[in-house]
């Protein structure tokens, strides 16, 4: 089965934001990616519920909001409203994170979780079976264009043994540094998605590169 990939709008034009997310729409990318952050959890601040509705409206792949912020919690309901598909909330800001994963998924968007590079895939022991996907970083979250963490591979293959153990159905997605090299590598790792920004919104030829992505 070919992996799913999901462009991150971060790394998309601003002032031509309909244009690049029609472009999508006609592309084979499975799912649009949307850094959500607040200048609090991660040093940079990205965008928020406005432009995930506006994008919503028109956006024909599945929204996947990856909330890299404090307490995201406490916006399950506006994520839902504002036209999500899947909610991915980090570990390491969820001090209730069983609560918060019920929550998402009391509210009908899947639910995810994500892991900080220097986070360890063991602490997922006792949630993984609670949880629809697994969002691994590959660079340290906050910004765009970052080198590859080489040791997530492992962690990608540490986790999907998990999985596989488990007999659960949980994807691993994984995000940071992904082109054709490090994504055939997570790909044979065990990763389901890859997620890629600049990759995909600065080579010449967007649709192409989606492409080649999914023929890893």
């Known amino acids: 089965m070919p992996c799913k990939i999901a462009p991150s709008i971060l790394a998309a034009d601003f002032l031509h934001l309909e244009q690049d997310i029609m472009m999508l729409n006609e592309s084979e990318a499975d799912m649009v990616h949307l850094d959500i952050m607040d200048g609090v959890f991660v040093p940079n601040i990205s965008f928020g519920f406005p432009i995930i509705e506006q994008v919503a409206t028109i956006c024909k792949k599945p929204l996947d909001a990856h909330l890299?912020?404090?307490?995201?919690?406490?916006?399950?309901?506006?994520?839902?409203?504002?036209?999500?598909?899947?909610m991915n909330v980090h570990y390491e800001a969820c001090l209730h994170l069983h609560r918060t994963i019920g929550e998402i998924k009391e509210s009908g968007m899947k639910a995810g979780v994500t892991l900080n590079p220097h986070t360890p895939v063991e602490l997922l022991e006792d949630i993984i079976q609670d949880v629809d996907m697994?969002?691994?970083m590959s660079v340290n979250p906050g910004f765009g264009g970052q080198k590859f963490i080489d040791h997530v591979i492992n962690k990608v293959a540490r986790?999907?043994?998990?999985?596989?153990?488990?007999?659960?159905?949980?994807?691993?997605?994984?995000?940071?540094?992904?082109?054709?090299?490090?994504?055939?590598?997570?790909?044979?790792?065990?990763?389901?998605i890859l997620v890629a920004?600049?990759?995909?919104?600065?080579?010449?030829?967007?649709?192409?590169?989606?492409?080649?992505?999914?023929?890893?």
């Open 134 to 136: 697994i969002l691994l």
């Open 68 to 86: 890299m912020i404090v307490e995201p919690q406490k916006y399950v309901q506006q994520v839902k409203q504002s036209g999500a598909y899947l």
């Open 197 to 216: 920004g600049n990759f995909v919104f600065n080579s010449a030829n967007p649709l192409e590169t989606i492409k080649k992505l999914k023929e890893i």
């Open 159 to 192: 986790l999907k043994e998990m999985i596989l153990r488990k007999n659960l159905n949980t994807w691993i997605e994984v995000d940071g540094g992904v082109n054709l090299e490090t994504g055939k590598l997570l790909v044979d790792a065990g990763a389901d």
